[in-house]
């Protein structure tokens, strides 16, 4: 099972691009609502209940967790076991008090299901975002397990990354592989034909691939980037292998001896793309000064520049471990107003089936509001009044 996680901001927005799904007359792309807490699907309601939720933590911002579980292509998983699954899957990462949707979608050729919920928790604290991605990575694994569901290699033991929906379609589309896929094979074959790390440089520029480590001034290598094409990519983002610290291994780099080929490298490198040469900074580090070059030269094919900014070095990702994508539902409609949320409750095959019991009414909600929280603005008034009637002494 691979998780893909987001978090943001706009729940509302999240919600959309659910319910539309839930709402939308081709089956194809039709969802189904396994689960809820909410009283209601009315948007006024959900807004309502929302902003009192959100009011016992007016300052947390990014308040929204959204996260999709992926069952394997041919594993057959009911809406039952779904259901179990993901609820179990929401109590480990900490949201077992708070308000939540989860849908079943069905527009793609592998079972899954998409966990909206708010991190406020209704009893005023707020679920940590801290490693959210490689906790949401070892929970998929305990759970593969315990529902004997495929079993999937976790990020840190998967030694090539596999390549993502938009890497497949482009691959299917153009019959050419991606940039990053071409790295893998390239950089692949060079590690199984060579033995040092002369011969691996002049391997790999032979087949048109520059190389780019993160050199010391003292001579000491602590990473490595690939170039192939105008595409950069960090050695993590193309499997374990690739990285540094294995490279080094397999090669038997000694720094003292392998000194001047890595620098001549670095230096045919930047060359290579001398837009970004002129971007030195103090502190920089080699593939951070090269970031403006490539993202240049990446900007002229479109057909990799939706993979780019998933492999590129110098451009934070997202999500990371099994969750990165570049699929359509990446960003799973954060940031986007609503739009066309339904505006009364939807009857028939919509029904909740399996829902727990509704939020508790709005008055033990509002009770459950610590009384240390902000007094609004006329309760403020009239306590200085108050104050200043005391002082004056009437």
Not at 98 to 114: E, K
Not at 343 to 359: C, K, L, M, R, W
Request: proline letters at 3%; hydrophobic letters at 30%.
């Amino acid at each position: 099972m691979i998780t893909k996680v987001s978090i943001g901001s706009s729940f509302m927005g999240a919600l959309n691009y659910n319910l539309k799904k839930l709402y939308s007359k081709d089956e194809s792309q039709k969802a189904e609502l396994l689960a809820t807490n909410f009283a209601s699907l009315k948007q006024q309601t959900i807004k309502n209940e929302l902003r009192l939720i959100q009011s016992i933590n007016p300052r947390l911002k990014r308040n929204t967790f959204h996260t999709s579980l992926n069952f394997g292509k041919d594993e057959s998983v009911s809406n039952e076991k779904m259901l179990n699954i993901a609820e179990e899957y929401m109590k480990k990462m900490g949201f077992d008090n708070n308000a939540y949707f989860i849908f079943r979608h069905h527009d793609t050729d592998h079972p899954h299901c998409h966990i909206l919920a708010l991190r406020n928790r209704f009893d005023g604290s707020v679920v940590t975002d801290s490693n959210n991605y490689q906790r949401s990575d070892k929970i998929a694994r305990e759970l593969e397990i315990k529902h004997g569901l495929e079993q999937v290699k976790s990020s840190l033991e998967s030694q090539v990354k596999a390549p993502n929906k938009d890497e497949i379609e482009m691959s299917l589309r153009t019959g050419k592989a991606s940039k990053r896929m071409m790295l893998q094979e390239l950089v692949g074959d060079a590690l199984i034909k060579t033995n040092s790390i002369p011969s691996f440089i002049k391997s790999l520029e032979n087949n048109g691939v520059n190389l780019l480590f993160n050199q010391a001034s003292t001579g000491r290598v602590s990473g490595i980037s690939y170039c192939y094409g105008g595409f950069i990519a960090k050695g993590q983002a193309l499997g374990n292998q690739f990285k540094w610290g294995q490279v080094s291994k397999s090669l038997h780099y000694e720094q003292t001896k392998d000194f001047q080929s890595i620098d001549e490298a670095n230096n045919r490198t930047r060359s290579a793309y001398p837009a970004g040469d002129n971007k030195h900074q103090s502190g920089a580090s080699t593939a951070d000064r090269m970031s403006i070059g490539t993202a240049k030269q990446a900007a002229s094919n479109p057909e990799e520049s939706k993979n780019t900014s998933r492999s590129n070095p110098f451009e934070p990702s997202k999500v990371s471990f099994e969750t990165r994508s570049t699929d359509r539902e990446a960003d799973f409609g954060h940031g986007r107003e609503p739009e066309n949320l339904p505006t009364a409750d939807q009857g028939g095959e919509n029904h909740i089936s399996n829902a727990p019991s509704a939020i508790a009414s709005l008055g033990e909600l509002l009770a459950a509001i610590p009384t240390t929280a902000n007094m609004n603005d006329d309760s403020k008034k009239k306590k200085r009044k108050k104050d200043e009637n005391i002082g004056l002494g009437r």
